[in-house]
């Protein structure tokens, strides 16, 4: 089992920017693969950007290349998304998953999540 806590979401104006963690316990964290996944209200889940065990592998939605940044400290046991530029329509409840393997894109094949942490921009 691998246990999730995502933390650093809040309110934030247009064109501001959030550092969220996702705090990892468990089993070895670094033999998982991580994603970022949003949910709006009325919206499915997406994911967003994802990061391999080592971190030499990531994804990036296009909704926010270029802005947002995942990286892992696996001493740490800590996935982290550097959210810079931000948009109103950035507005979601921000979930952390893992699995084990290479990351994937459908949310059903994370078997582990967080309990997901408000991102609210203001325009």
């Known amino acids: 089992q691998v246990q999730l806590v995502e933390s650093g979401g809040g309110l934030v104006q247009a064109g501001g920017s959030l550092r969220l963690s996702c705090a990892a316990s468990?089993?070895?964290?670094?033999?998982?693969?991580a994603g970022w996944f949003r949910q709006a209200p009325g919206k499915e889940r997406e994911l967003i950007a994802a990061?391999?065990?080592?971190?030499?592998?990531?994804y990036y939605a296009d909704s926010v290349k270029d802005r947002f940044t995942i990286s892992r400290d696996n001493a740490k046991n800590t996935v982290y998304l550097q959210m810079n530029s931000l948009k109103p329509e950035d507005t979601a409840v921000y979930y952390c998953?893992?699995?084990?393997?290479?990351?994937?894109?459908?949310?059903?094949?994370?078997?582990?999540w967080g309990q997901g942490t408000q991102v609210t921009v203001s325009s």
């Open positions: 998953a893992a699995r084990n393997g290479h990351y994937a894109i459908v949310p059903k094949q994370y078997p582990y």
């Open positions: 468990g089993r070895t964290f670094s033999n998982y693969a």
């Open positions: 990061i391999n065990w080592s971190g030499g592998s990531t």
